[in-house]
């Protein structure tokens, strides 16, 4: 039965559950992307745990560096997690219901660490302007009670946001037709869906999101300009990768990051292609919270080192 056989006709309803369609596929393509979601799922656990516990065991990886990077690999615990394990469920059954408390639930979890995420990544960016444009005022400028301020800012201002969103949207009617054709309940869809006034909801939405947005970009953009200028004068070419290697992975994680918000929100696709979006979406929500560990971990060789060490431990304590 296609999508739009599904969609009543008849005069719109008061509902409690929406219908979640996912993507559709035959027997054989579900259990292929069933099997795929659960093994990104378990890898994307095991990096962002991995990075955590080196973190929290590993002497010369606390650092405010390091400190950022095991924060936001909570952050990509908790999206993946709000995601993933009811998208398999969907997956497996060629879509579920859900009520609508249900519903904001998930998308307040889903809001809270993105915002939170996009937060701290704007943080590791002045953490590497300091480290590279002010080397020798970085430990007096980045110490432990700074970046722990600016780590629970974060995720006080990101739970906030989320709960604000999350309140306005619970106040709201939801009407016919009850399917969503996304993998999970996003914020556009549930705002489709609803028979209320959504004025004062999209104007929040509207005064939260693109000020954030706006300066958290503007930010990037100017360390970045700082710590090219920085990295230009150095003399030697040595040196001058040297000092970049320093920000190569924060910077290929925030343009995997921003680039897949831009993609969504920013520009979305026209109706007609709501593949397309689901396929965003997906590389959103699943596949970046797996590259994050993926590229610091490729990219930096003191988390190889300690790596190495940790697995060398486990070898001597089996021997």
């Known amino acids: 039965m296609s999508f739009h056989q599904m969609i009543p006709t008849h005069n719109q309803s008061t509902i409690s559950e929406f219908f979640l369609l ?5 027997h054989r393509s579900r259990i292929i992307l069933f099997t795929t979601l659960l093994l990104v799922y378990i890898m994307t656990l095991t990096g962002n745990l991995l990075i955590i516990i080196l973190v929290s065991a590993t002497q010369y990886l606390r650092s405010p560096m390091y400190f950022f990077l095991s924060q936001l690999s909570s952050c990509d615990i908790i999206l993946t997690t709000s995601i993933i ?3 398999l469920r969907i997956t497996l059954h060629n879509g579920i219901p859900m009520s609508v408390s249900q519903c904001i639930a ?14 701290l990544l704007t943080i590791m960016s002045y953490d590497r302007y300091v480290a590279v444009c002010k080397p020798l005022h970085y430990v007096t400028i980045m110490n432990f009670p700074f970046c722990l301020s600016l780590v629970v800012f974060s995720w006080i201002l990101g739970f906030l ?6 309140i306005l949207l ?3 009617t939801f009407c016919n037709p009850k399917y969503i054709d996304h993998l999970f309940c996003d914020l556009v869809p549930l705002v489709q869906l609803s028979c209320s006034d959504t004025t004062v909801l999209q104007i929040v939405i509207y005064l939260i999101g693109v000020p954030e947005t706006v300066i ?16 230009h004068r150095i003399s030697s070419t040595t040196g001058r990768h040297k000092a970049f290697s320093t920000c190569s992975s924060h910077l290929a994680v925030v343009c995997t990051y921003y680039g897949t918000v831009t993609a969504i929100y920013i520009f979305p696709s026209r109706e007609s292609s709501s593949g ?7 590389i959103y929500t699943v596949v970046t919270p797996l590259l994050n560990p993926v590229i610091y971990s490729l ?5 190889k080192t300690a790596i190495k060490k940790l697995l060398n431990k486990k070898k001597m304590l089996v021997i």
């Open 170 to 172: 619970s106040n709201l």
């Open 22 to 26: 996912g993507f559709q596929l035959q």
């Open 299 to 303: 990219k930096n060789q003191e988390i």
């Open 106 to 119: 998930q998308l307040n979890f889903f809001c809270f660490p993105s915002v939170t995420e996009c937060l």
């Open 85 to 87: 394990p009811n998208l």
């Open 216 to 231: 958290e970009t503007v930010f990037i953009i100017s360390t970045y300009v700082c710590i090219f200028c920085a990295v």
């Open 276 to 282: 397309i979006n689901k396929i965003v979406s997906l």
């Open 161 to 166: 946001l989320a709960l604000i969103v999350s």
